[in-house]
């Protein structure tokens, strides 16, 4: 069992946290998304989101696992039962929310091991004229083969999470995070060299609000606690293996930080190949599988580059994966002790892998299945991150508010000669009481209006 506290180094901790939120949802979800609320006004929404609403709550979901010594379910238990009883519940809610999300985490997460193979194959055993269109059609209309693909990652994920956060998770990641972020900086490059950089920065960052919607303020919110890996505890669970020494608020400013940082070269970097393969709708959750394999297969070298590419997005899907298994797992060894963590980790694999078999099958087998025009696993997608998650994280934090006393914040965040510290101190209490909670309320709103 793992001692608690028991990172080896800070680095440690910052290469999970880290590791967790920079995944799928800035390379895959946030490009799309982006697209179906159209662009610049909805990136200018999203960034002061996460500033002023993610980064304080990621800070507070830290600080509760570092107090409590404890994953998120026992936690939030504690603390609910000084106040709400109701809230009991925000633990259990965001442990069943991880594993069902991992589910079809893990078909997006096959999808980029196929792209991966593609290109592998394109390298080595053809002149590299694979069209990437035709695979994706095939790939999805192939439920069998996504089924196989997930459940390959999931095996992977369940091998490194069973091994414990020492053997596995640390040294797995150390390798990945330079090699991830050297890549994704010369994909930068190469695709701000394309003609239809102007345009797309004035798509990206010229706010044009008429394009928002009343959906527009879920979508941001959903997105930004999706990302930032909050409201699932992952971040209690991360918190909880923190060492006394470190400073909380700084640690969750650095984090969000980061992930902002690369959602934003994630669009740069997506769209202007978008918009130079035009006719490509812009809001299509495959959206980067359509538009960049073809991209990297028609210029020179461009195989190799996708290779390597798809390499990298891979262990940021692999990364986050480990994050959302790691919750249910480290919550299952809170509870019951006897249980082990490699068999945890097992039961919890084989729970996900049943999971996963409808959002695989979605564009085969439950083709027909459509709810609001939307495939199985976009309605999954929308319904999970816009509707439950922005609820699930409002329950983690009233727990937190109830149940954290002034002294424990004030010890926890207050600290001599750290950055964020005295001077941001009131305004985090202020938004966690206020301005969270009102935002949130007035997201939900906005978006249940639009049912009507
Ligand atoms: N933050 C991850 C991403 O952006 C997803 C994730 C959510 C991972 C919750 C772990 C926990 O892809």
Same mark, same amino acid.
């Given at each position: ?25 800035? =390379? ?40 409590? +010594? +404890? ?48 290109? #592998? ?25 996504? %089924?196989? %693909? ?92 923190? +060492?006394?020494?470190?400073? #909380? ?58 290779? =390597? ?5 891979? =262990? ?137």
């Amino acid at each position: 069992m793992i001692k608690r506290g028991a990172w080896r180094t800070r680095f440690g901790f910052y290469l999970l946290a880290i590791g967790s939120a920079c995944g799928l949802g800035n =390379l895959w979800r946030f490009p799309y998304v982006v697209g179906e609320n159209g662009g610049g006004a909805f990136i200018l929404l999203y960034v002061l989101i996460a500033l002023a609403i993610g980064a304080p709550m990621l800070i507070a979901e830290l600080m509760l696992g570092k107090n409590t +010594r +404890r994953s998120v379910m026992v936690a939030t238990v504690k603390m609910a039962n000084k106040s709400i009883p109701a809230l009991k519940w925000s633990g259990r809610f965001a442990v069943i929310l991880s594993i069902v999300v991992l589910s079809y985490y893990s078909v997006i997460s096959g999808w980029v091991l196929h792209f991966m193979t593609q290109f #592998v194959v394109s390298l080595f055993l053809e002149s590299g004229n694979v069209s990437s269109k035709a695979n994706l059609a095939a790939l999805m209309s192939n439920g069998w083969l996504q %089924l196989m %693909l997930a459940s390959a990652h999931l095996l992977m994920t369940i091998v490194v999470v069973a091994k414990g956060i020492h053997e596995g998770l640390e040294k797995w990641i150390s390798y990945m995070m330079p090699l991830f972020a050297s890549l994704v900086i010369i994909l930068l490059v190469k695709s701000f060299s394309l003609p239809s950089t102007p345009e797309v920065l004035r798509f990206l960052f010229y706010p044009d609000f008429s394009k928002l919607t009343m959906s527009s303020l879920n979508h941001a919110l959903g997105h930004v606690f999706f990302t930032l890996s909050v409201g699932f505890g992952t971040m209690v669970t991360y918190g909880s293996y923190m +060492r006394e020494e470190d400073h #909380v608020p700084t640690a969750g400013i650095r984090v969000a930080f980061v992930d902002s940082v690369i959602s934003l070269i994630a669009v740069m970097m997506i769209f202007p190949v978008a918009f130079q393969a035009s006719n490509v709708p812009l809001t299509d959750p495959a959206l980067m599988f359509e538009v960049l394999p073809s991209y990297l297969l028609g210029i020179p070298g461009g195989a190799l580059f996708g290779l =390597l590419f798809f390499i990298c997005l891979y =262990l940021a899907a692999l990364n986050a994966s480990i994050g959302l298994l790691e919750v249910v797992v480290s919550n299952f060894v809170d509870i019951n002790k006897s249980m082990g963590r490699v068999k945890a980790t097992w039961f919890s694999g084989v729970v996900a892998l049943t999971l996963t078999v409808m959002p695989a099958l979605s564009g085969s087998v439950f083709k027909g299945v459509k709810v609001n025009g939307k495939s199985l696993i976009e309605f999954l997608d929308s319904l999970l991150i816009n509707w439950i998650l922005p609820l699930v994280a409002l329950m983690v934090l009233l727990a937190f508010n109830k149940g954290t006393a002034e002294k424990q914040k004030e010890s926890a965040f207050l600290e001599k000669g750290q950055l964020v510290s005295y001077s941001m101190y009131p305004q985090w209490i202020f938004i966690m009481k206020w301005v969270a909670p009102a935002v949130i309320a007035l997201g939900f709103l906005l978006q249940i209006i639009t049912l009507f």
